[in-house]
């Protein structure tokens, strides 16, 4: 049977055969690819010559491109429209991968050859982004097992094998809660939610199966927006307790008992490479480099928090008893009453915000962004045979008319879907063997439209639009010759720091009044409200740095001792009980649905990289500002040199003091965030 996974790719900008690929073909496909790769990787590591920075640093980044091909498009599948068949497949496959990559890792005549070069990197006469692609080589066998003896290497294959297949089943199982549950209302149940949001509740439960009720879901944009707007106190409770509770309802989909395997096998993972912790491990390689210098960052912004959040939460319950509720304010209150209290300070609230941040609209804003700032132009592709439905494609541009890249634009929630939003590529850039353009695509959840309607936005999804898009920046201006260090492969407390100082560009006046338009009458926000929006920044920051950084803390903590017998519920209670966390603010994410940090380990022990990058980026943003121009082109071309285009070829500490000058302060980000006075 003629497999298109491993037929050459004829589609439009190399895109994958979407239309012709089914099920099927995966693990064939698979079977060919990693066959493949093993070939080439015998033939480095048998080559007689001796090693050299061509026939063994470049030939190891040539191998696997069929397997890199493969494995992006079944991932990405996975992830965004996974059924039954697909997952069964994950399963086995997450266990095969690793098994591979721990052969490759461990391969002891291939890392001696990679070795030799490491040892006399400083004579081979290299360029700086090859000493670069050498040194990280080097340092991922290392970290890999590499040196190990033999015993401990064949434990080492089979903890790696072990946790690829805990973490597949924890994504599984995180999406088995999601998108299984449903709460089904009757008109009489929908008192204080917008037109738009019934609209699209009633599309969702008659796609459903019932037509004629209105349905809220776990996906983010829905969950949220009904504990914002629901006048209903039970009804908030009954979606913030599902909310709260994914992964940890019993049953086959409780991943308690997962986060305790996985755990006690990091730990084993770190103690083998001679680290104390698995937090210690995780962090070697990073911009904070230990634990200590984590929880200094995270100290330095609790305590202001922690004081701001208390005095939100005071004006929260004067709002309940001023209008003369009987109670005290729990978790499944504070956002609506927030947004009362919201209400009333700055005449803001979300339902009458979100006409003025049209899906449509807020993907113009962030593509003109984008065309300011490095000269981008993105023009619609029609026609192209891509995996839903639902997804776009754009074919980016540059000033010239030079493809740039692809981009392709996922942004509805589906029950196939995980949630939440990310950045991903099908294929990356590169200049190996000549220039190769990256696909690059965006995930959102967000909610659909109903009956032709504009899909409206909160200002949290408008934001974690420009958030996402700023990744896609990162992949798509990449500009380096090798595969290693393209786009986002930096270190993990750098890599928010394109997407978080994209954010910014969102509330500049000049954004908002050209694509901030009311989805009905077409006028632009009027000068007062874009006004009421900036004056509230900073407004709820206390609750929002609190959920933020418990998370941070706790990944932390529960990577950072040892995992014997650890029970997530227990002990996420008591390390928020030592944080003296308030009982009205619940982790932004609990750790039995955390899958930033068990979905994988891209973010274990590393949840505090969204803290860290924020000091660089709200540093970062003074720059424009110190400019007085949000577009200054000399700016604009050092970030887009040094930050967006540069990938990994420098050091993250390097790539930033290149752009900048200097190292940051962690000042600006007391600011951004309201914890500290204002620059005069």
């Not at 549950?181 to 019934?198: I, K, N, P, V, Y």
């Not at 920046?473 to 928010?496: C, I, K, Q, W």
């Amino acid at each position: 049977m003629s497999n298109p996974l491993t037929a050459p790719w004829t589609a439009p900008f190399g895109l994958p055969p979407f239309g012709e690929i089914k099920p099927e073909h995966f693990r064939p496909a698979f079977q060919t690819a990693l066959a493949r790769h093993r070939t080439e990787i015998d033939a480095i590591a048998q080559n007689p010559a001796e090693p050299d920075f061509a026939n063994t640093i470049e030939a190891l980044e040539r191998a696997g491109s069929l397997l890199t091909d493969v494995g992006s498009v079944f991932w990405n599948l996975t992830a965004t429209d996974t059924n039954p068949e697909m997952q069964d497949i994950e399963r086995d496959m997450a266990a095969a991968l690793s098994r591979h990559s721990s052969e490759i890792s461990m391969n002891p005549v291939l890392f001696r050859r990679v070795e030799t070069l490491y040892a006399k990197r400083d004579s081979l006469g290299l360029a700086p982004e090859q000493a670069r692609v050498l040194e990280l080589t080097y340092k991922n066998f290392v970290r890999a097992g590499a040196k190990l003896n033999e015993t401990d290497k064949a434990r080492m294959t089979e903890i790696l094998e072990r946790l690829a297949g805990l973490s597949t089943r924890f994504s599984q199982n995180v999406l088995a809660d999601e998108s299984s549950w449903l709460l089904l209302l009757d008109e009489s149940d929908l008192d204080g939610l917008s037109a738009d949001f019934r609209a699209a509740a009633a599309r969702v439960a008659a796609e459903r199966g019932s037509p004629g009720k209105y349905a809220v879901t776990l996906a983010r944009s829905s969950a949220e927006i009904f504990l914002q707007s629901s006048e209903r106190r039970d009804l908030r409770e009954i979606v913030f307790r599902a909310w709260a509770s994914r992964g940890e309802n019993g049953g086959d989909t409780d991943n308690r008992a997962i986060i305790r395997e996985i755990l006690s096998l990091r730990e084993e993972r770190a103690r083998l490479l001679g680290f104390e912790t698995f937090a210690d491990y995780k962090l070697d390689d990073t911009m904070a480099k230990t634990p200590g210098a984590v929880r200094d960052l995270l100290d330095r912004v609790w305590t202001p928090a922690l004081a701001r959040a208390a005095e939100e939460r005071a004006h929260i319950q004067a709002m309940v008893e001023k209008e003369g509720a009987n109670f005290t304010v729990a978790a499944h209150d504070w956002r609506y009453y927030a947004e009362r209290v919201r209400k009333n300070l700055y005449d803001l609230d979300q339902a009458s915000l979100r006409p003025y941040f049209q899906l449509e609209k807020i993907m113009a804003a962030a593509f003109d962004v984008a065309g300011k700032l490095f000269g981008l132009r993105f023009v619609e592709q029609k026609g192209l045979k891509l995996y839903h439905p639902d997804v776009r494609a754009f074919e980016v541009l540059d000033t010239d008319g030079r493809h740039v890249a692809l981009f392709l634009a996922d942004y509805f929630a589906r029950p196939s879907k995980r949630s939440g939003a990310w950045m991903s590529d099908f294929r990356s850039q590169q200049k190996l063997d000549g220039e190769v353009r990256p696909i690059i695509v965006n995930v959102m959840n967000f909610t659909k439209g109903a009956d032709g309607a504009p899909a409206l936005l909160s200002l949290d999804d408008a934001r974690t639009l420009f958030h996402e898009f700023g990744h896609g920046l990162h992949g798509m201006l990449s500009d380096v010759t090798y595969p290693l260090v393209a786009g986002t492969n930096v270190a993990r407390d750098f890599v928010e720091l394109p997407s978080q100082l994209y954010e910014h560009w969102l509330l500049e006046p000049v954004v908002l009044r050209e694509y901030a338009l009311h989805a009905e009458t077409g006028a632009p926000m009027p000068d007062d409200l874009l006004e009421r929006i900036v004056a509230s920044r900073h407004f709820n920051q206390g609750f929002a740095t609190v959920e933020f950084c418990a998370s941070a803390y706790v990944d932390l903590d529960v990577h950072d001792r040892s995992a014997a017998s650890v029970d997530a519920s227990a002990f996420e209670a008591e390390a928020l009980s030592r944080l003296a966390m308030p009982q009205e603010i619940v982790m932004r994410h609990r750790l039995p649905h955390f899958s930033h940090i068990f979905s994988g380990d891209g973010y274990s022990a590393g949840y505090y990289s969204y803290l860290w990058a924020e000091v660089l980026d709200a540093d970062a943003f003074e720059a424009f500002k110190e400019k007085g121009d949000p577009f200054a082109p000399d700016v604009a071309t050092r970030l887009k040199d040094f930050i967006y285009a540069a990938g990994g070829a420098r050091d993250a500490a390097e790539a930033y003091a290149a752009f900048r000058g200097r190292m940051p302060t962690v000042e600006p980000l007391l600011r951004q965030r309201g914890f500290a006075p204002a620059q005069a």
